[in-house]
């Protein structure tokens, strides 16, 4: 692959190009993503997310930013827990995922920031927050280094990067996933977005996405320190935490 090409999918395209593909995928999903999620992942996406909160070592008076944080999941679920003393932040680089996840959290009575941005150029000073998240967005980034980079940066010293995301599944489950994400879930988005196109680019995203203890390698090649993984549903998602030190 020359240095101006990168995936999209099984496809090759122009680095410049794929963030507009990203952008289309989305917004033809957006207004049935949750719907989706659940459908998709018979609900999981909700533990999944759960442990995710769990393992922030988020408290009251933290200042939180979500990355590609979509509909809002885990900026609702942060604004609870940090209070009126702390801050969370929603980013998206989709202005229809934004926007539906900005109304949604003013829906619930959380009035929380949000920023439309590219992770690879956040818009937010060094030091700035004690936990950066991304669930479910890294594999769509061009540069995933360089957008790794860019989390650490702004998280504060002893601040930490949770990274959620689809991996590599146990081996003697894939035969029966790759079914399922090929066979299944375009059929399904078809039926409830009326778009196959933009599932099967979910489920060919997720065989490009780096494995586990390479994107273990890819956070510490950026200055994350204290790596670690955890596997969910057989290493069909898995949580990477990182520290800034």
Not at 62 to 72: F, K, Q
Not at 184 to 209: C, F, N
Not at 221 to 232: A, H, M, Q, R
Request: aromatic share 10%; glycine share 8%; with cysteine.
């Amino acid at each position: 692959m020359s240095d101006n090409t990168t995936h999209f999918g099984f496809q090759k395209v122009n680095e410049s190009e794929k963030a507009r593909k990203v952008a289309e995928v989305f917004d033809s999903v957006a207004s049935r993503y949750d719907l989706m999620n659940d459908l998709m992942s018979a609900g999981l996406h909700r533990l999944w997310k759960a442990f995710t909160i769990a393992q922030s070592g988020v408290r009251e008076g933290s200042r939180v930013l979500d990355i590609a944080g979509g509909t809002g999941d885990l900026s609702l679920a942060f604004a609870k827990k940090v209070g009126k003393s702390g801050q969370v932040v929603l980013t998206d680089i989709n202005n229809a995922m934004l926007s539906r996840g900005r109304d949604r959290l003013l829906d619930k009575g959380y009035p929380v920031p949000a920023t439309q941005c590219n992770a690879e150029f956040i818009p937010f000073k060094d030091d700035t927050f004690d936990c950066v998240t991304v669930a479910f967005g890294l594999r769509n980034m061009t540069h995933k280094d360089h957008a790794l980079a860019e989390m650490r940066r702004v998280l504060k010293p002893g601040g930490r990067l949770l990274v959620l995301e689809f991996s590599h599944v146990w081996k003697p489950l894939a035969p029966l996933y790759d079914f399922y994400s090929f066979n299944v879930i375009p059929k399904v988005g078809q039926l409830v977005t009326q778009d196959a196109a933009s599932y099967q680019y979910l489920a060919e995203s997720i065989r490009m996405h780096p494995d586990q203890e390479t994107l273990k390698g890819i956070m510490e090649s950026v200055g994350l320190e204290k790596v670690e993984y955890f596997n969910l549903s057989l290493g069909i998602v898995a949580l990477h935490r990182g520290y800034k030190f």
